[in-house]
């Protein structure tokens, strides 16, 4: 869902006096493994022409400067000057939940005082106490809370978010939380990809009756979020608590008879058995801290993605965080994201996502950057227009006043992002 019109038309844009820049270009077809997640393809010294909004040529200064195109047509474009820092793709957030309208400070209390997340839950709070915030706000109140989290992302090197409904829970929050998401893309430079998440928990008046809401969700959510094109994935939270694999295959059936892609939140709380799902050929599968060992091969063998959630572990105070390593060295296709949420992941800073991947789960710095960047752009299924700096793709960079890219994840809690450009506008919300 790029920009509409009401959009400023992306001028020239030419970056120059790029100390590093990562350009992720792929030295294989297909998401990154094993070793591959640490290629960054570096150009030292190197500069970066956008025009119309997408990546025209990437190279070095020196080679740059020399460009016919460029000696004749400099005074048309605008120069950024990058001051020797590092440049990179821009983020790609695959896992955010930002339609909500509160934060949950009373869980979060709860919780310091040694109340576990389920048990939260259980009693009425966690993603049910977020049910009556959405139901009772507006469209445009929620479109706003969005927009400005939105920003708050770019402000951090994001500039492609999967957003996703599943505060609301009945036909018409879940529609009026897409409705939010659409207008809210429409007013942002960046890339928003829409997700359709209504089986996130059971709400409160079909407690006991799951079948009755699964029904609901396959029968009139699923086929009205297809025909007003509303979302381009369908989510289900699978766990203990939330959806059986039973339900969550139900779900995915009916998703795939409507034509519409999915992606499935798996393992963070129990362990789901994978092999069934994945003949559902799903984009992703995220959170992943519960995975049975006989999955591994299957899930290396499968172009889905495991994305990892560690800001979620992190803010639940979980000592426990999913195996990236044993992930990696199967084989298998990991991105990052934030799971920005008001219960379990209050962050909208991929850095720090990053961040804790490399000091909790042993991920080093180009790891992470591959796994936020274009393995993130394979599991939103963008991967031909997003993810790394090449010619062709669309001008999504974020300029980080650091000059070394293992910066990124070290500077903790703190934002290094100096500038970024999305679809090749440059947002006004860093120092460049
Ligand atoms: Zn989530």
């Known amino acids: 869902m790029t920009p509409g019109a009401a959009m400023p038309r992306a001028p020239g844009l030419f ?232 339900e969550s295959e139900e779900i995915f059936r009916a998703a795939l008879e409507n034509g519409i892609a999915l992606r499935a939140h798996m393992g963070q709380l129990s362990e789901t058995r994978l092999e069934p799902f994945l003949r559902f050929k799903p984009a992703s599968l995220d959170h992943m801290d519960y995975v049975n060992k006989d999955d591994f091969a299957a899930l290396a063998s499968s172009d889905t993605i495991a994305t990892f959630v560690p800001g979620a572990n992190y803010f639940l105070g979980l000592s426990r965080y999913p195996e990236a390593r044993r992930f990696i060295e199967a084989g298998i296709a990991v991105a990052l994201a934030t799971d920005y949420n008001p219960g379990s992941s209050p962050t909208l800073s991929m850095p720090m996502a990053m961040s804790l991947a490399c000091t909790h789960m042993k991920m080093s710095p180009a790891e992470a950057i591959a796994a936020a960047t274009i393995n993130g752009a394979w599991a939103v299924r963008m991967a031909d227009q997003k993810g790394s700096v090449e010619a062709g793709k669309d001008a999504d960079l974020a300029v980080f006043a650091v000059g070394d890219y293992r910066e990124i994840p070290y500077w903790f809690g703190t934002n290094r992002c100096a500038g970024t450009i999305a679809n090749g506008v440059l947002l006004g919300n860093g120092s460049l």
């Open 15 to 246: 970056l120059i006096n790029i100390g590093q820049l990562l350009t992720l270009r792929s030295p294989v077809r297909g998401p990154r493994r094993g070793s591959s997640l640490s290629e960054l393809g570096i150009i030292d010294d190197a500069a970066v022409l956008c025009l119309g909004g997408k990546i025209v040529s990437v190279g070095t200064m020196k080679n740059a400067l020399r460009d016919p195109w460029l000696k004749k047509n400099r005074k048309k474009v605008t120069e950024i000057d990058c001051g020797g820092h590092v440049v990179l793709p821009g983020f790609i957030d695959s896992h955010t939940h930002p339609v909500f309208a509160n934060p949950r400070l009373v869980d979060f209390e709860k919780r310091i005082a040694g109340t576990s997340y389920e048990k939260i839950a259980e009693g009425g709070g966690g993603i049910r106490a977020s049910i009556n915030g959405v139901r009772s706000a507006t469209k445009s109140a929620l479109t706003d809370k969005l927009l400005r989290a939105l920003g708050d992302m770019a402000a951090h090197g994001t500039t492609t978010v999967e957003a996703k409904s599943g505060y609301g829970l009945s036909f018409d929050s879940e529609m009026k939380s897409l409705e939010a998401i659409r207008s809210a893309a429409k007013r942002w430079a960046g890339t928003v990809v829409p997700t359709f998440l209504g089986a996130h928990t059971v709400p409160p008046e079909y407690r006991g009756r799951s079948r009755k809401y699964v029904e609901l969700v396959c029968k009139e959510m699923i086929p009205t979020v297809v025909k007003r094109k509303l979302a381009q994935f369908a989510d289900v939270f699978c766990d203990r608590g939330t959806f059986s694999a039973e």
